[in-house]
T-cell receptor
């Protein structure tokens, strides 16, 4: 069965500090991994997907198949990064499976 | 380009009642997915519709049903409401199809409270 685990419910960092939001997954095949973000009073939106291999708003995420992880990283946190972050997995014809989310709080 | 819209924004029902939630897809999108997001949880997949046919279903009982219309808008119907059905219901549209993955664009959600 597919499963996405985000071990931290809340992560607080100071502005300018590095950020790493953890995501581990369980899936027997080759998954597609995504990070979604929800800013305050806004709708859920796609931040990045591993197949794009791009950096969005300074965030990057590398799929590590050996560790079954897809951690989200940013070298220098900004206050506007404060939001709810969800890791999600899609395998084959199966639907998106979301983790429970991590709330990132960037302290000025 | 019009984004995904959902109605109503909030709804209060009592146990045993029935509810219909509505979703208008983003312009040009032919696939709609519905999710239930309970408090403190991530969205959980209910089902997906592609060109008016159900195209996958999550672990939800048959009292959760849906429709997609020719204009690709969609409805989620829940019969015999239970207290645990209280949640935020999200609709997401995409331009995709069977087996394809494409970016899903989410609506603002409908907050359902069952008393």
């Amino acid at each position: 069965a597919q499963r996405v685990t985000q071990p931290e419910k809340l992560l607080s960092v100071f502005k300018g500090a590095p950020v790493e939001l953890k995501c581990n997954y369980s899936y027997s095949g080759s998954p597609e991994l995504f990070w979604y973000v929800q800013y305050s009073r806004q709708r859920l939106q796609l931040l990045l997907r591993h197949i794009s291999r791009e950096s969005i708003k300074g965030f990057t995420a590398d799929l590590n198949k050996g560790e079954t992880s897809f951690h989200l990283k940013k070298p220098f946190a900004q206050e506007e990064d404060s939001a709810m972050y969800y890791c999600a997995l899609k395998g084959g014809n199966t639907p998106l499976v979301f983790g429970k989310g991590t709330r990132l709080s960037v302290i000025a | 380009e019009t984004g995904v819209t959902q109605s109503p924004t909030h709804l209060i029902k009592t146990r045993g009642q029935q509810v219909t939630l509505r979703c208008s897809s983003q312009s040009g999108h032919n696939t709609v997915s519905w999710y239930q997001q309970a408090l403190g949880q991530g969205p959980q997949f209910i089902f997906q519709y592609y060109r008016e046919e159900e195209n996958g279903r999550g672990n939800f009982p048959p009292r959760f049903s849906g429709l997609q219309f020719p204009n690709y808008s969609s409805e989620l119907n829940v019969n015999a409401l239970e207290l645990d059905d209280s949640a935020l219901y999200l609709c997401a549209s995409s331009l995709a199809g069977r087996g394809r993955t494409d970016t899903q664009y989410f609506g603002p959600g409908t907050r359902l409270t069952v008393l």
